[in-house]
C-alpha cells in the first residue's frame, strides 16, 4: 500500500457477526427461561407448568399439548440453524474466504428467522385459544428474549447480504 492509496473499512460482517452471537445468547437465556408466561399463581415455561398450590409450587412437563411440543421443536431448530450459521460465518472470517460463505450463512439466519417467528406467533395463540388462566396472565421475559433473538438473527442475516465490495471500488 503507497502513501496515495487509502482503505475503507467497513466492519458490516464484523456487526452481522456480533448480531449472530447475541441472537445465540438470547436464544438460549430464552430457551432455558422459566418465565414465558406469569400470572398471580401460575408459571409456564417452554419446559413444565408450575401451578402454586397453597406454600409450594406444583409443577409438571408441558409435553401434554402438542402446539408446546411444537413450539419446542421450532425454537430448537432455529436455535441449531443459528449455531450452524455463527460457525460457517465465523470460521469464514477467520480464514479470509469471506465472500464465499455469507450468502449462505444469511440464508442460515433467515431459516431460522422463519423457524423462531413461526414459534413465537404459535405461542400466544395457542395459549390464549386453550384458555389455560381465567385470570390476568401476562408474557414475560422468556418470550421476549425469543423475540429479541428473532430480531437480532433477521439484521445479522441482512447485515451478512450486504455487498460492500461492488460500492468500494469507486472510492479509490
Not at 452471537?21 to 438460549?28: E, F, N, P, S, T
Not at 399463581?41 to 397453597?54: A, F, R
Not at 465472500?99 to 440464508?107: L, N, P
Request: hydrophobic letters at 50%.
Amino acid at each position: 500500500m503507497s502513501i496515495n492509496e487509502t482503505y475503507v473499512f467497513r466492519p458490516f460482517k464484523l456487526v452481522a457477526l456480533f448480531c449472530v452471537i447475541l441472537a445465540l445468547c438470547l436464544d438460549v437465556v430464552a430457551l432455558l427461561s422459566p418465565a414465558w408466561v406469569t400470572a398471580e399463581q401460575y408459571s409456564l415455561s417452554l419446559w413444565e407448568s408450575c401451578n402454586k398450590n397453597g406454600d409450594f409450587w406444583q409443577c409438571t412437563p408441558t409435553f401434554r399439548t402438542d402446539w408446546q411440543v411444537a413450539t419446542l421443536v421450532l425454537l430448537l431448530a432455529g436455535a441449531a440453524v443459528t449455531l450452524v450459521a455463527f460457525m460457517i460465518s465465523l470460521i469464514s472470517l477467520c480464514r479470509g474466504t469471506q465472500k464465499k460463505h455469507y450468502r449462505t450463512v444469511a440464508i442460515f439466519l433467515f431459516t431460522a428467522v422463519v423457524l423462531q417467528a413461526c414459534a413465537l406467533v404459535l405461542y400466544p395463540i395457542k395459549f390464549i385459544d386453550g384458555a389455560v388462566l381465567q385470570t390476568y396472565h401476562e408474557f414475560n421475559w422468556g418470550y421476549g428474549l425469543g423475540w429479541g433473538a428473532t430480531i437480532f438473527m433477521l439484521g445479522g442475516g441482512i447485515l451478512f447480504c450486504l455487498r460492500t465490495d461492488l460500492y468500494e471500488d469507486p472510492y479509490y
